[in-house]
């Protein structure tokens, strides 16, 4: 009876050092659980977990990194309470540079941070579209362009003028070159504007004369010249006038032979064959005259503007016979009046 109850006894015992051993195994389990907060790209959560290490969590949570993917802790770091484990997954984007597209993939949502992810570095003058500090959609496309300045020098001639000089000492016709002519020149500064490769604009910023142009310059005589039966006389003027004929008669002047200044012009010298009328406010009294016709008869020839008459007033010219048959015979044409030097 006695052994029965030591063995009672001792049963006991092991039962209840058991019963300890597994309430202080089961505490320090409990002990170990850690809170961890996950972010997953846009997603977070809070994870209670008994894992051991970041990969043993990853493991537990049946994640699996893709290639490429981001992860803020290396795998093989214990688990700590109240952890953040950040993990970002790449994301398909569209890359374009001129007529070139490529896919490529970035943790990464700002086109910015994209770039450099992906080690392209831009120009001062590069942009891209959408702008850098831009979110770009997942799947969506990230267009660059390389922007490129280039200076162009180009040497363009000026052409030289030609100018044409009038010459009093020279006849008409007759022309001199006093100065050859030679084409200046000049440099351009020229701006071009490259975007891909493709010119987009082109700007002259600089413009500068290397070398002055010479103009050529011609003397063209003003020297009238008309020729006649004597040979060339020299003019100064040509006028289309409206000319008739008149003698000495009375028809013609209303003076009768014996009357005062009966064939005596209005320069006081006698009429004759070269005399002519004129109004004094067109030609001057004075002036030496050429008369040409203009209907293939011969000319009146050279004379001199010594009369005036009632109705000679503006282009007008009256022209001296010795006949009042040739009077009749002239009636009234159109003539030319060159007025002599």
Do not use: W
């Amino acid at each position: 009876m006695e052994e029965f109850s030591v063995r009672k006894a001792s049963h006991f015992k092991i039962l209840t050092v058991l019963a300890v051993a597994t309430t202080l195994s089961l505490g320090a389990y409990m002990y170990s659980a850690k809170d961890i907060t996950l972010s997953m790209d846009d997603e977070k959560k809070e994870v209670t977990t008994y894992a051991n290490t970041v990969d043993d969590f990853l493991e537990m949570e049946k994640i699996k990194l893709d290639e490429g993917a981001y992860i803020n802790v290396p795998l093989d770091t214990k688990l700590e309470d109240n952890m953040n484990i950040i993990i970002k997954t790449p994301k398909p984007y569209t890359l374009t540079i001129g007529n070139n597209s490529f896919e490529v993939v970035s943790i990464h949502k700002k086109v910015k941070d994209i770039l450099k992810d992906l080690d392209i570095n831009l120009g001062e003058l590069d942009y891209t579209k959408p702008g850098l500090d831009q979110v770009v959609s997942i799947g969506g496309e990230i267009q660059i362009f390389k922007v490129k300045e280039e200076i162009e020098e180009i040497e363009k001639p000026i052409p030289h003028e030609s100018v044409t000089q009038k010459s009093d000492d020279m006849d008409i016709g007759v022309t001199k070159v006093v100065q050859e002519g030679q084409d200046g020149l000049k440099k351009i500064s020229v701006k071009k504007v490259f975007e891909n490769g493709q010119l987009i604009s082109k700007e002259v910023i600089d413009e500068k004369i290397v070398k002055e142009p010479i103009s050529k310059i011609t003397k063209k005589g003003t020297r009238k010249v008309k020729t006649s039966s004597r040979g060339n006389v020299r003019y100064k003027k040509v006028i289309t006038m409206l000319a008739t004929a008149y003698d000495n008669s009375y028809e013609s002047t209303g003076k009768n032979p014996g009357d005062r200044y009966h064939g005596i012009t209005a320069s006081g010298t006698k009429a004759r064959v070269g005399t002519v009328a004129v109004d004094p406010r067109v030609i001057p009294l004075g002036t030496k005259l050429y008369v040409e016709s203009l209907d293939g008869t011969n000319d009146y020839g050279f004379c001199i503007a010594e009369d005036t008459g009632g109705a000679i007033k503006g282009n007008r010219i009256d022209l001296f016979f010795n006949t009042t048959r040739e009077v009749r015979n002239f009636g009234r044409r159109k003539v030319k009046v060159y007025i002599l030097e």
